[in-house]
C-alpha cells in the first residue's frame, strides 16, 4: 500500500503566453535577439588601455544582424571591486571622467560613449547607442559587455578608452568596420517561421512612433449601470433649547446687577 494514498491530480491549464516563444518583435537597438539568433564570433583579443598596474583587453566580439556586443575585461595587481557583478563602467548623468570610460567612433563622424546615459527608447534612435554591463569576475578580474547599435559603416572603427584613476590615458584602437559588416551576415537564425504573436483581441492604437496595446474599453453606451447608493434615513432634528424665562429672583443673562439684593421671606 502507498503511503501517499491520493493519486495525481489534474492542473487546471492557464494561458501563459510566456511559454511559448514567438516571431522576433523586438527592437535591435535596445539589446540583441539572443533567443533567436546565434551570433558570429570575431576571435579578436587585445589591450585597448594599459598602465603599470591595469590592463584593459578586448576578449572577443559577438555579430548580430544589427548590432555588435564586445566583451572587454579589466585586470589589475591591486583590488579593483568588492562586487564584481557590478562592473567598473557607469552611466551617470553627471559623468566621473577619472573613472572607466570607453567609446566608439565611426568612419562617418558618429559616436557613442558611456559618458552619457543610453536610455532604451521605443522609437529607432538617430544617433549611436552604446551600454555597457557588467558581467562579474573576482576582485582582481571584472568581465563587461558593450552594446552597439548599429553596425559600423565599412572603414576603420575607433574603440576608445580612458581611465584617469588608473593611470590610462585616452587610447585609441582601431578596428576593422569592415570585417565587423560582413561577419553579420554568418550570423544564423535558430527558429526560423515562428508565428507571429497574436494581440489575443486586444486593440492596437498607436501613439507617436510607439504602438501600445491597451484594453478595449467600453462605451458609454456600453458601461454597465452605476451601483445603487445606500439611502440614509433623515432623522428629526432635536427641538431647539428654550430660552430661560426671567424673574425677579433670576436675572436676564447680561442684565445688570441690582443694586439692592432682594429681602429674604420670613
Do not use: C
Amino acid at each position: 500500500m502507498s503511503f501517499f494514498t491520493d493519486g495525481p491530480r489534474s492542473r487546471p491549464l492557464f494561458p501563459v503566453p510566456e511559454q511559448e516563444l514567438f516571431g522576433y518583435n523586438g527592437r535591435p537597438w535596445v539589446d540583441p535577439p539572443r533567443e533567436y539568433i546565434v551570433p558570429a564570433i570575431l576571435p579578436w583579443s587585445m589591450p585597448l588601455g594599459r598602465a603599470e598596474r591595469t590592463i584593459v583587453a578586448l576578449r572577443g566580439i559577438e555579430v548580430w544582424p544589427e548590432s555588435v556586443t564586445f566583451q572587454l575585461s579589466v585586470y589589475a595587481r591591486d583590488l579593483l571591486l568588492d562586487e564584481p557583478a557590478e562592473g567598473l563602467i557607469d552611466h551617470r548623468r553627471v559623468p566621473d571622467y577619472n573613472a572607466l570610460l570607453v567609446g566608439v567612433l565611426f568612419p562617418d563622424g558618429r559616436r557613442a560613449s558611456s559618458e552619457n546615459i543610453s536610455v532604451p527608447s521605443a522609437s529607432k534612435p538617430d544617433q549611436p547607442v552604446l551600454r555597457a554591463q557588467g558581467l562579474g569576475g573576482t576582485s582582481f578580474h571584472v568581465d563587461h559587455e558593450i552594446f552597439l547599435w548599429p553596425l559600423p559603416p565599412a572603414g576603420p572603427l575607433e574603440f576608445v578608452v580612458q581611465w584617469l584613476d588608473r593611470d590610462i590615458e585616452e587610447t585609441r584602437t582601431s578596428l576593422d568596420g569592415t570585417a565587423i559588416r560582413d561577419a553579420a551576415k554568418e550570423a544564423g537564425e535558430i527558429w526560423p517561421g515562428l508565428p507571429a504573436r497574436e494581440a489575443h483581441g486586444l486593440p492596437v492604437r498607436r501613439v507617436g512612433a510607439q504602438a501600445m496595446i491597451t484594453p478595449a474599453w467600453p462605451r458609454e453606451s456600453q458601461a454597465p449601470p452605476p451601483l445603487p447608493q445606500p439611502q440614509r434615513k433623515s432623522q428629526p432634528l432635536p427641538p431647539a433649547p428654550q430660552p430661560a424665562q426671567v424673574t425677579a429672583d433670576r436675572p436676564r443673562r447680561g442684565a445688570p446687577l441690582p443694586t439692592r439684593l432682594p429681602r429674604r421671606a420670613r
